[in-house]
């Protein structure tokens, strides 16, 4: 039985540096996603659960 990819959400502003990191990690299998907006983060983290979540720390907005 074939194992499921990892989700991953990838919450970052900057454009390019996010798809350049979505598309390393979809070539080694991974299945990702991306959002700009620090306002929508947390519920989009709420509603999909993924496995992981990579996280601008300087992202403009709130999270909570």
């Keep these: 039985m074939e194992q ?3 989700q991953v959400l990838i919450v970052e502003d900057d454009q390019r540096l996010a798809e350049l990191t ?3 990690l979809e ?3 991974l299945c990702v996603a991306i959002e700009g ?3 929508l983060a947390a519920a989009r983290i709420i509603k ?3 496995d992981l979540v990579i996280l601008d720390l300087m992202l403009p ?3 909570a």
């Design 48 to 50: 999909e659960q993924p």
């Design 27 to 29: 070539a080694n299998g």
């Design 22 to 24: 979505r598309d390393y």
């Design 37 to 39: 907006n620090g306002a």
């Design 61 to 63: 907005g709130r999270m």
């Design 4 to 6: 499921e990819a990892w």
